[in-house]
């Protein structure tokens, strides 16, 4: 079982940036599609952005599409998430999850679903005040 770890959360000003980023002792076939969630009070996980990590292909939902950015390190085995000009609306729970390629390849036409990803980091608070 792949360990994702994650880091970056905090608290910034309305317009500021972060970047959260979502590390593993290594990344398998079955753990080759990353994607990060956030997730409100009361409601599901949302899907907002997903990496091929070995083509480098990204999705990203329309919440979020032209503000934020995935990318990775490969050296380091490490999926970062820069989020740029946060609103108060952006303030949730982040987590990276893991799974297979299928995954990534499904989000242009359906989305990211929290059922389908079974590996998944402890999560990080982002508030925008």
């Known amino acids: 079982q792949v360990q994702l770890v994650e880091s970056g959360g905090g608290s910034v000003q309305a317009g500021g940036s972060l970047r959260l980023s979502c590390g593993a002792s290594r990344w398998t076939d079955s753990t080759d599609c990353i994607a990060w969630f956030r997730q409100f009070a009361g409601e599901l996980r949302e899907g907002l952005a997903s990496l091929y990590t070995r083509g480098d292909n990204a999705w990203y939902s329309d919440s979020v599409q032209g503000r934020f950015t995935i990318y990775q390190d490969k050296r380091e085995n490490t999926v970062y998430l820069e989020m740029n000009s946060l609103r108060p609306g952006d303030s949730a729970m982040y987590y990276c999850?893991?799974?297979?390629?299928?995954?990534?390849?499904?989000?242009?036409?359906?989305?990211?679903?929290?059922?389908?990803?079974?590996?998944w980091g402890q999560g990080t608070q982002v508030t925008v005040s």
């Open positions: 999850a893991a799974d297979h390629r299928a995954q990534c390849l499904r989000a242009p036409v359906y989305g990211l679903s929290q059922y389908d990803f079974h590996a």
